[in-house]
């Protein structure tokens, strides 16, 4: 089992920036590839971001490239997401997640086996 945890979200202006954090937990957490989706409301969770299992390789989706950039620090078992010029339409729950086994990243929600909770991104005009 893998344990994900966010944090950093909070209530932020139009151009502003925010770094969420994900710290997991449990077993050989700090191989898996690892994605960043978002939720808001009366939408389907849509994908943000990802990144392979060692760092090398990021993605991300064309409303968030050049804006958000991901990164992981292994010896902290931590996944991060610094957002910049946050727009209103990026106001969403954002979940981090994790794929099982040694996959590539995937923009595909139903292929992250794990999931944290949840942390709010409120974005004002």
């Known amino acids: 089992q893998v344990q994900l945890v966010e944090s950093g979200g909070g209530l932020v202006q139009a151009g502003g920036s925010l770094r969420l954090s994900c710290a997991a937990s449990g077993r050989t957490s700090s191989s898996y590839a690892m994605g960043w989706f978002r939720q808001a409301p009366g939408k389907e969770r849509e994908f943000v971001s990802a990144i392979s299992r060692i760092g090398g390789s990021t993605y991300y989706a064309d409303s968030v490239q050049g804006r958000f950039t991901v990164s992981r620090d292994s010896a902290k078992n931590t996944v991060y997401l610094q957002m910049n010029s946050l727009k209103p339409e990026d106001t969403a729950v954002y979940y981090c997640?994790?794929?099982?086994?040694?996959?590539?990243?995937?923009?595909?929600?139903?292929?992250?086996?794990?999931w944290g909770q949840g942390t709010q991104v409120t974005v004002s005009s």
């Open positions: 997640a994790a794929r099982s086994g040694l996959y590539n990243p995937t923009f595909r929600v139903h292929e992250y086996a794990y």
